[in-house]
């Protein structure tokens, strides 16, 4: 299937051909019948891609300061590299979608196939939506006054927080799509409407609609103007739909609006408030949030728990059947609004030209014929059938960064790889020569062609398609963690002993050649010592997956095993009993900021101090070592420095973590039939303590590891 897509570093706006997604459960998949350009929005993604590295560092100020900090604490070529990647992952186009039913996933029951619906789909052939996020189509409204919906609930969200009454005078100020949708909404509510603009087109389709238009361009003061037309008293409230990047416009809002006021931001305005101006008339002032209540909310979205109507009367999906409702009895109208209908092939009639002024609404229109393939043959890659063939489980930005970079350097014949949504797969396949995409992984299970099955999406999955690919042959390797719960453990151990086929987990830090160092500096194996590593995490958004207990397991169960599986390596033993304890008065499963006590079968004992309060600016990695009275720091996997070993005091380098020296080993060993890189018990112990540490942290004491999970293998079929 096409869809379309924006490069934000080259600027160029592709049709880009990818497998069709597969329908997940409580999604909607949608064969796409229109779609809707919005102007605003995609003008500015569009100009951001073309403008130059200068321009674009200009227009995101705040990731200045995010970058220094990186170049501070990784380096100045890590910091490069990773601004250069965010650059070079285009983003997909589109947000109005209308179109038919195709295929519902497990748990959506109050749709068929077959229904016309409405969503906030993007400009593909085929798209799949949850199910939050759709509403169905009324019979009498026309698939082209449909796909007007989502941009229309934007203006009726503003509308709700601006909350007019009847004769109230309403300005709004701009007047492209979303303003003039935005002025019907408001007559439709009983007020008296003043619209502005600086293009005179725009201005005469308001007053066609029955707004009063006040053009600025032509020398008209639209403060004055509104106080003129109200009599001295001012607008009893303001929209602002507008783009600009001056505080012109909210300066006017301001003074045009009367005492205690009240004045809605949706449109992107610079915000550089006049105190004065708010204060003397005691106004106030929102930023509405897209399309209503439930937005960027992953649990009304993605797990479709709705609000309660009583408690949240609009939600986005209301406020969508609210703009349906207006375009099915004509009372909304959106044809006079409609520029272009163009059909989705010949898109670049349209994005060539987004800075015409003419334009309002542009449609793209779509075949009915449409190729439904879950893989796709991606023609500038080659795949020849030797050594080690692999299948990639994953396209998010770990494996674009990391693990696709350090595959390719090792010499890893890539053959396929799976993605959900299949545009990203599809991207990473060009970028890195891999000979086909899908959104079906499993046909990486069933192919026999692959060897090896890497698994890298989120971590609820891990265990599970790990032991599918074990038990479809494959040898796995799976980013941490193995498992988010203990119950998931007999499972792979079983499936792992049914299929002799080995499991590598990316535990990465050992392979370091620092950490290789270390190892051999260190010598006999069995004498104890003390290993403190301390983590600078840095804070994630709180409302991010790997915070859901039941999605990402928590930050520390998620990334602990790393250090874990260090300190095993360092000691040459396993772990035999652990305490957590994390900061906070009640600390959760999934807190950020604690601390590991570890103690090691061998008399070793470990810390691991994982924080996420700490400065962006200090490293993000320490590992001290303390043994017969020699010492070992090791900073950020940059710098050793090494105390009381004679001929030696340390090494430096560019930061290597050793993800590509694993990658190389794991390949070279499956290609010769070698010994397992990290022993399978390795594995096992390293998952077992994570695990336990969040029993420590619910009892409050120590645990003992070996009987993580194990209590349930006599249950297993």
């Known amino acids: 299937m096409k869809q379309l897509i924006q490069n934000l570093k080259t600027g160029e706006t592709l049709l880009e051909t990818v497998p069709t997604p597969q329908v997940r459960q409580g999604q909607v998949l949608i064969q796409t019948r229109r779609s809707l350009v919005s102007l605003g929005t995609e003008r500015m993604l569009v100009g951001f891609g073309k403008a130059s590295l200068l321009a674009?560092?200009?227009?995101?100020?705040?990731?200045?300061?995010?970058?220094?900090?990186?170049?501070?604490?990784?380096?100045?070529?890590?910091?490069?590299?990773?601004?250069?990647?965010?650059?070079?992952?285009?983003?997909?186009?589109?947000?109005?979608?209308?179109?038919?039913?195709?295929?519902?996933?497990?748990?959506?029951?109050?749709l068929r196939i077959g229904d016309r619906v409405v969503s906030n789909g993007p400009h593909a052939e085929v798209v799949c939506v949850p199910r939050n996020l759709v509403a169905p189509v009324p019979d009498s409204a026309s698939d082209d006054e449909a796909v007007f919906t989502v941009v229309g609930a934007i203006g009726l969200q503003g509308i709700r927080l601006l909350n007019p009454t009847l004769?109230?005078?309403?300005?709004?100020?701009?007047?492209?799509?979303?303003?003039?949708?935005?002025?019907?909404?408001?007559?439709?509510?009983?007020?008296?409407?003043?619209?502005?603009?600086?293009?005179?087109t725009k201005c005469q389709l308001a007053e066609q609609q029955g707004s009063i238009a006040l053009n600025s361009s032509a020398g008209i003061d639209p403060v004055k103007a509104v106080l003129a037309f109200t009599n001295g008293l001012g607008a009893d409230g303001v929209l602002i739909t507008a783009s600009s990047r001056t505080d012109v416009l909210m300066s006017q809002a301001a003074r045009m609006?009367?005492?205690?006021?009240?004045?809605?931001?949706?449109?992107?305005?610079?915000?550089?408030?006049?105190?004065a101006e708010f204060y003397e008339k005691e106004l106030t002032f929102q930023v509405s949030c897209s399309y209503g209540p439930g937005r960027y909310d992953t649990v009304y979205e993605q797990q479709g728990h709705d609000y309660p109507l009583a408690y949240v009367r609009w939600t986005e999906n209301r406020n969508f059947q609210t703009i349906l409702h207006f375009l099915e009895t004509k009372q909304l109208l959106v044809d006079p609004l409609i520029t272009d209908r163009v059909p989705l092939l010949d898109y670049a009639r349209i994005y060539s030209d987004l800075k015409s002024t003419h334009r309002i609404a542009s449609l793209l229109t779509y075949s009915e014929e449409v190729n439904l393939k879950p893989l796709i043959q991606v023609k500038s890659s080659r795949y020849e059938r030797s050594g080690c063939v692999i299948g990639v489980i994953g396209a998010g930005n770990f494996t674009s960064s990391v693990l696709l970079p350090a595959l390719k350097s090792a010499g890893g014949n890539l053959k396929t790889i799976a993605s959900t949504g299949g545009l990203s797969a599809t991207l990473l396949a060009k970028k890195y020569d891999i000979?086909?995409?899908?959104?079906?992984?499993?046909?990486?299970?069933?192919?026999?062609?692959?060897?090896?099955?890497?698994?890298?999406?989120?971590?609820d999955s891990h265990a599970r398609l790990t032991v599918e690919a074990l038990r479809a042959g494959k040898h796995v390797f799976v980013e941490k963690p193995l498992a988010i719960y203990d119950h998931e453990l007999p499972q792979i151990m079983a499936a792992q002993q049914a299929s002799d086929r080995m499991i590598m987990v990316g535990f990465n830090r050992r392979f370091s050649p620092f950490t290789q160092k270390m190892k051999a500096l260190l010598g006999q194996p069995d004498m104890p010592m003390n290993v403190v590593i301390t983590v600078n995490a840095g804070s994630v958004p709180p409302n991010s997956w790997v915070h859901d207990r039941a999605v990402g397991g928590g930050r520390f169960l998620g990334e602990a095993g790393h250090f874990v599986d260090l300190i095993t390596f360092l000691t040459g033993s396993l772990v035999?009993?652990?305490?957590?304890?994390?900061?906070?008065?009640?600390?959760?499963?999934?807190?950020?900021?604690?601390?590991?006590?570890?103690?090691?079968?061998?008399?070793?004992?470990?810390?691991?101090?994982?924080?996420?309060?700490?400065s962006k600016t200090y490293s993000k990695e320490r590992i001290e070592v303390y043994s017969q009275e020699r010492t070992m720091v090791l900073d950020n996997f940059r710098r050793l420095t090494i105390y009381g070993f004679s001929r030696f005091s340390g090494m430096s380098g560019r930061?290597?973590?050793?993800?590509?020296?694993?990658?190389?080993?794991?390949?070279?060993?499956?290609?010769?039939?070698?010994?397992?890189?990290?022993?399978?018990?390795?594995?096992?112990?390293?998952t077992q303590t994570t695990l336990a540490a969040l029993q420590s942290l619910r009892e409050n004491r120590w645990v003992d590891v070996a009987g993580i999970g194990m209590g349930q293998l006599d249950s297993l079929p």
């Open 56 to 110: 674009k560092v200009r227009q995101q100020p705040d990731r200045v300061k995010q970058v220094l900090e990186k170049i501070q604490s990784d380096g100045l070529q890590p910091t490069l590299e990773a601004v250069a990647r965010k650059l070079d992952q285009p983003i997909p186009l589109g947000y109005c979608n209308a179109g038919i039913v195709i295929a519902l996933g497990e748990g959506v029951t109050d």
């Open 167 to 200: 004769n109230e005078t309403i300005v709004v100020i701009g007047l492209g799509l979303i303003g003039l949708l935005t002025a019907q909404l408001l007559r439709l509510n009983g007020c008296r409407v003043i619209g502005v603009d600086i293009d005179e």
């Open 257 to 275: 609006s009367r005492q205690r006021g009240r004045i809605v931001l949706i449109g992107d305005v610079g915000l550089n408030l006049n105190r």
């Open 435 to 459: 000979a086909q995409s899908t959104t079906d992984y499993r046909q990486i299970l069933t192919d026999s062609d692959i060897d090896l099955c890497v698994i890298t999406t989120r971590h």
């Open 576 to 614: 035999h009993r652990v305490c957590m304890n994390a900061m906070g008065q009640f600390p959760t499963e999934t807190s950020d900021s604690a601390s590991l006590l570890l103690r090691y079968e061998n008399g070793s004992t470990g810390v691991i101090n994982y924080f996420s309060n700490g």
């Open 655 to 686: 930061q290597n973590k050793g993800h590509a020296q694993q990658m190389t080993q794991l390949i070279d060993q499956l290609r010769t039939g070698g010994s397992a890189l990290i022993p399978f018990t390795e594995i096992m112990n390293t």
